[in-house]
């Protein structure tokens, strides 16, 4: 049994990120959803449009099909009078012809009849009989959408890589697509480790703490477009961590939760350095100081503090970002500016993570004890405070990242 | 077969808003949902802890469990000496008691043994056998968490309404919660309408077009945490709205994505007239006039527009804060600032909602025609232009609404 070991080196932490950014690819593997579920996923492959849309020309507003000549001269005072001939609704092929002197009534979507060339709109008319009268001329054109006016049949309507919100969802249906091609959610294996963790709707015997990391960490990956897969809580010796990572072979990520502290069963770090790269271990962070990360075959791995505020702090800064990276989801973090309710003091040399609660513009340190899950439940997000940042002041504009 | 009638009396944006929010009621129907999937959902009872977290005391670093007093005057040159008594792991229940002179080896989040009163780090100590150095001193409860100290007993720790952030669901399982009780999701009917609306994956005749409107509701309103379900594609007469709006009535909402405007056949304001309030049936909007709201029954029902950019538009602004307002979820679309690229005129009298694509801080006009779903799939959000506003200098700063 080894004896405890201190950190030897800490990481700075804009480095231990840029390590992680580095070393965290873009996923390559695709797979077909369908459209209605697509929403938030991102497109795996150019999509070049099938066909024009619309795919006729058509009335863009309800009203009277003309020959935009006939109405030339029209004026509320001195109408011009046509005939008219019929009527089209949207979705029929239409049958009459349009020619100088009449006109057809024609609903917003409808197919253009043959000879007309713009649409009055209704506002502009009254009718009596077959009798309508036109207040205001119209140019040719007017009132209607020329074939492909949205979409030309072979441009390339949305490229790979985008995100697919609502109204890029609309293209791919417009395009008559029923599925799409898209990159897979990066999968991520959790372990809850640690003797003293049990799961929650079990009794609590002395000694332990019900499982919470693998809650929060599950719930925030999920949201951020990951497939999470939550192990049993196991121990955390050697052989158990072994056998862990390699169940995660074929997973993006292995996330341990506890059981990367410089306690001696906490062996992490050694099992990772000696199957894969050990990228770092220990970085100068508060909280969040016993991170580790490294890489075991394609599989990032994840070795969060066992603090529940430690762990869930450090993957909102450190695994969410390559989450996400690998997702080629944009990293764009919900933030805001707010005002410091008091003076706040940080150790210069470790980046702090510091929760606050915002209200009415103003950040009020939300911080209770690194343990605390509470703390951050109330808090509203968090700052940033860089290491060599000693003291900052009451009234200072802080940029917060919202939870 | 009654004649086209325009619309007589516009609904400035404001007041249509200001409408719909005050006849949007909050929902009371609740669910019990497991804590791992709870994330995003709005709390529904204030939850009470039902135990004290930690349950006992415990170490907060890795290190020694001393009598405080037998670390004073402790220097690196000269260190005070304990003879280790043992090792504590977490989860298991101490043996041994500290007594002064004597020290215990603990992990962190182990309980600390009887008779210590504090927890010198590992950084601070060095180890000879069973001689331990402390080369610094400790005040009595350095380093260790007392019971409760994160959640007392009996204390209200998150209180309905709330909405389950990760940090959230980490106080419901620090508590041992397996389910919670929710607000159920707002259910929304969404009926795609129109005799030239097909659907995608079907072959497209003369005069007809995919079903664009209930793919961007769809995606919109899941992703703001609706339950949707689209019905088939209707015709828009009288007796088919009327069946839809019967089949609705179990739903929050019935959305009908086309069929309100003044084309003949468009009866849906007539029908919810005639079932239940018409709130109103036109709006000055652009683009998004004809859009309609009613209540019948316990169901709100939307008319929007056939146009696609027309009908998503309008539910970002119009539908999207009801359903939120509904759901008890927290009104915060995503916004930022940019500088428009060049002037932009409005008209007077019509609030508009102008797309615009951002770039390095620079809003581009997206715009391309109403009709045009391509328009909105390129740009980055939208920004507002109130109906008093006449012209928006290049230069001007503007609030831009993210997709």
């Known amino acids: 049994m080894s004896a405890m070991r201190p950190f030897k080196e800490l990481m700075d932490f804009e480095t231990a990120k840029k390590t992680i950014m580095e070393n965290t690819r873009e996923i390559s593997v695709t797979e077909k959803v369908p459209v209605r579920e697509a929403e938030g996923r991102v497109l795996a492959a150019t999509v070049k449009a099938p066909l024009d849309v619309p795919g006729f020309r058509r009335a863009a507003m309800d009203g009277y099909a003309v020959v935009a000549e006939d109405t030339f001269g029209a004026a509320r005072t001195d109408p011009k009078h046509l005939a008219m001939k019929g009527k089209i609704f949207a ?66 309507v949305l490229y790979a890589g985008v995100l697919l919100t609502p109204p890029r969802i609309g293209v791919l249906a417009a395009l008559g697509f029923e599925s799409v091609e898209v990159y897979s959610r990066p999968k991520v294996m959790v372990f809850p480790t640690g003797d003293e963790v049990v799961p929650p709707g079990t009794k609590l015997q002395y000694g332990k703490v019900y499982d919470i990391n693998s809650y929060t960490l599950t719930s925030l990956l999920q949201a951020s477009g990951a497939e999470v897969k939550v192990m049993e809580i196991t121990g955390d010796s050697r052989e158990e961590l072994k056998g862990s990572i390699e169940r995660a072979s074929e997973y993006d990520y292995a996330v341990f939760s506890g059981g990367s502290s410089v306690g001696e069963r906490d062996l992490i770090f050694e099992v990772v350095a000696e199957l894969g790269t050990l990228l770092f271990h220990g970085i100068a962070l508060k909280p969040g100081k016993p991170t580790i990360c490294g890489i075991v075959g394609n599989t990032m791995v994840f070795g969060m503090p066992g603090y529940p505020t430690s762990c869930l702090t450090n993957a909102y ?87």
């Open 91 to 156: 979705g029929k092929k239409p049958e009459d012809k349009v020619v100088s002197g009449s006109c057809i009534q024609i609903a917003t979507g409808a197919p253009m009849p043959e000879g007309a060339d713009a649409v009055v709109m209704v506002e502009e008319t009254s009718v009596e009989g077959d009798d309508v009268s036109i207040y205001k001329p119209v140019y040719p054109g007017a009132n209607v959408s020329e074939q492909d006016s949205d979409i030309q049949k072979g441009t390339e």
């Open 317 to 403: 800064v450190l695994l969410l970002p390559s989450v996400r990276k690998m997702a080629r989801l944009p990293m764009e973090p919900r933030t805001g500016k707010a005002v410091l309710s008091t003076n706040i003091t940080s150790t210069i040399g470790r980046h702090q993570i510091y929760t606050v609660r915002v209200e009415d513009g103003v950040a009020y340190p939300a911080f209770k004890e690194s343990g605390a899950i509470t703390s951050m439940s109330f808090a509203s997000g968090y700052i940033e405070i860089s290491a060599n940042t000693e003291y900052l002041e009451e009234g200072a504009e802080v940029v917060i990242y919202y939870f």
